[in-house]
């Protein structure tokens, strides 16, 4: 099984929009709505368009990933991140990697276009894997309550978040 990873193109955006809909379906930790969420992020200043990525396989868009701009401030400084948010997989393609490929390659995109770190609201278990650590140990903490082993931060760069602490302040858009 042959995975392709791609910036996501304009002719993709209906299938995309229903392919997060279908992969979010059945997730008990879900609103539901991730697929508006995207919809509005890609109409906000928060938008990078090569951090908006596709999985295909044989030609068949299979999963997406979204990766865009956030804050993090503090009393003093506001430093620039990014949100990974959200991840997705058709169903009957899920537990085939498909997922980890997506995160990886954007990473290195990320990487690629002088990004330092990426934040992220996500299952305790899955992201640690990624080199995903809770967000705590650097001093950078959600906007609202949530379980700090849920909320993750990754250094793209060595360093990457030396001296960087504070609440994370996401674009208007994840606020629906």
Do not use: W
């Amino acid at each position: 099984m042959e995975i392709t990873i791609r910036k996501e193109e304009s002719k993709d955006i209906d299938i995309v929009f229903n392919l997060i809909e279908k992969a979010f379906e059945s997730e008990q930790m879900s609103d539901h709505t991730e697929h508006f969420l995207v919809e509005r992020l890609r109409k906000s200043d928060a938008f990078i368009p090569e951090l908006s990525m596709v999985a295909e396989i044989a030609g068949k868009i299979v999963g997406h990933i979204l990766i865009s701009k956030l804050k993090i401030k503090n009393e003093i400084n506001e430093f620039d991140s990014l949100a990974l948010a959200p991840v997705s997989v058709l169903p009957e393609f899920q537990g085939k990697g498909i997922g980890g490929k997506l995160i990886l390659e954007s990473h290195k995109k990320a990487k690629e276009l002088g990004h330092k770190s990426i934040v992220l609201l996500g299952h305790e278990k899955y992201y640690p894997r990624f080199g995903y650590e809770q967000s705590d140990k650097y001093g950078i903490e959600l906007p609202f309550e949530i379980p700090k082993e849920n909320c993750m931060v990754i250094e793209l760069i060595k360093n990457g978040l030396d001296g960087v602490s504070g609440t994370v302040e996401y674009p208007k858009e994840f606020n629906g």
